[in-house]
């Protein structure tokens, strides 16, 4: 990880912790994260339904707090979504966006995508912009076109906003499935994800862009992944979900 990049380490709980539950695990990064803050940005996303609860317990500001999603309208009809000020409201300063699993599951395309991440920057959130290719899109050796096409469709007009972004690149068969791209191949789509931002924006805005890497990262591989010189932090699922494995990771991004 270059020097003039602060790594990041987000956690996202997806669709996991209740009320008490997500109070104790945020104390918990809390207190074990304030020490770390100076050289890593912690960061944790949890459900909508306790992102308040969880705002009131990480007063110190020491790890921040994230969404998981938003819709890119300000407010309208628009019967189950939530609007980028009611995040701000709520306490967030980030926002994981494009998710594997909302592409997916959920039929986001790169233009949804593209639309809250410009929603995202006006509201003053730093959006986290998820990218990654499948299992079959990788055997088939599409992985560098599969990756131009989202950067380029996904971060439409954010060329000079680069700097106010953070990319994550999640390789969908890595996703909660226990495999991890290995650091060098990590490192591969990482340079070159940081070389189409420089055609999407200018060489030292692409050089200043967080790209973190997501999919089964623990604390016994995050070290190795940290490494990388374009790896600048993690994406983390699971490990998420206990603090002391989280802050493991959050630990390795800061040696
Ligand atoms: P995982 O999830 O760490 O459980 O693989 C990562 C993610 O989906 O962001």
Redesign the pocket.
Known sequence: MALMRKPVVAG?W?MFKCGDEAATLAAAVDSGGSPLAAEVDIVICPPFPALVRVADVLRAGSVALGAQNMHWENEGAYTGEVAPPMLVDAGCRYV?LG???RRTLFHETDENVNRKTHAAIAAGLVPIV?IGETLDEREAGKTHNVIAAQVEGSLKGIGAELSRIIV?Y?PVW?????LTATPEQAQDVHAFIRRRLGQIGDRPSAESTRILY?????PANAGELFRQPDIDG???????LDADAFLAIAKAATV
């Not at 890595?174 to 226990?178: D, E, R």
């Open positions: 996202n997806k994981i998710h594997s699993e998820c994550a999640e890595a996703i909660g499935t226990g997501g999919g089964s990262v623990k993690g994406l983390i699922g699971g490990a998420a």
